[in-house]
């Protein structure tokens, strides 16, 4: 829409729906794996939502078998190796000097070393117990799925966690930058809702790769085929590499909106401003009114 009174053009949100509509679509010609990627992870989560947001219920066998095994984890003895390493390790560190250990401090960590591995072992034998019992659940249960929910979720909110920290200390020195050089205040908030943005990016980019990473070692610890291991692998991925970059849309969206409405209500009021203060006669019902202060005249010919 033109304005001249405003000096500028503001896009009709019609001509911005077909503007996005037409960039979603060259976008997608050209990186047809990731927008294929997105669509099967949307497509995942559509039916993990349909099916009650979990995965395959355990039958009544399955379900007593697994908790029979995981009843066989002894946890008090991994509690008991754990406290017995960390009482070793803090006389081991309180034991060396600042670049040396004599033969007292050797002694202790000898004994450190040992608590070490005695642990492990317990640790060892308590997660191969899990990983029976899990492969007794299968991947695709209820079990395995919620495991790698609990796991994006924790990383997902980790990420959110990053964003919300750095636009604190962003706003912060931003806010000192923008008063040292006498910047106005939209100038200040557009550059933090760029940093928002920047921010939340980044925070639940690195979130997804660090819960990629992690996750073919949950799918490890349920034993399955190698093909089915590989296609949750690929589906979760997707479902996660959708959610996140949906999430991401919205948030692009949400800002892309709230400065579109902001640029039309600024074009209004200078519209309004600019017609306000025009010169000039108008007609009411044959006479005229002179603007420039004449009054009302009537017609040469009355």
């Known amino acids: 829409m033109n304005n001249p009174g405003a000096?500028?053009?503001?896009?009709a949100s019609g001509e911005l729906s077909s503007l996005a509509l037409n960039t979603a679509k060259a976008f997608a010609r050209r990186h047809k794996v990731m927008t294929a990627s997105y669509m099967y992870g949307l497509t995942s989560l559509l039916l993990l939502t349909v099916l009650g947001g979990s995965g395959i219920k355990l039958t009544m066998d399955q379900r007593r078998e697994y908790d029979a095994i995981m009843n066989t984890v002894d946890l008090r003895a991994e509690y008991d190796a754990a406290s017995?390493?960390?009482a070793a390790h803090a006389r081991y560190y309180h034991s060396k000097g600042w670049l040396s250990c004599d033969a007292h401090c050797q002694h202790y960590k000898r004994i450190s070393e040992r608590k070490k591995r005695e642990w492990d072992e317990v640790r060892a034998e308590g997660n191969a117990r899990m990983s029976d019992a899990r492969s007794v659940a299968g991947l695709w249960s209820e079990v395995g799925v919620d495991e790698v929910k609990e796991s994006f979720w924790g990383y997902f909110q980790g990420g959110k966690d990053f964003a919300r920290r750095q636009?604190?200390?962003d706003a912060m020195f931003m806010g000192?930058?923008?008063m040292s050089r006498d910047e106005s205040m939209v100038e200040y908030m557009l550059?933090?809702?760029m940093q928002v943005l920047i921010n939340f990016s980044m925070g639940l980019v690195m979130a997804l790769v660090i819960f990629i990473f992690g996750l073919w070692g949950i799918i490890r610890t349920y034993q399955p085929n190698p093909l089915t291991g590989l296609f949750f692998f690929v589906t979760a991925t997707c479902a996660a590499f959708a959610f996140v970059s949906t999430y991401l849309l919205f948030l692009y969206g949400a800002a892309a909106g709230g400065l579109y409405g902001v640029a039309k209500m600024a074009e209004s009021?200078?519209?309004?401003e600019g017609g306000g203060g025009q010169g000039g006669r108008r007609n009411i019902r044959g006479g005229r009114?002179?603007?420039s202060g004449g009054g009302y005249n009537r017609p040469h010919y009355q």
């Open 167 to 169: 636009t604190m200390w």
């Open 84 to 86: 017995a390493y960390h």
């Open 176 to 178: 000192m930058r923008s």
């Open 191 to 193: 550059k933090m809702l």
């Open 289 to 291: 009114i002179d603007r």
């Open 7 to 11: 000096g500028g053009t503001i896009v």
């Open 269 to 272: 009021n200078m519209r309004i």
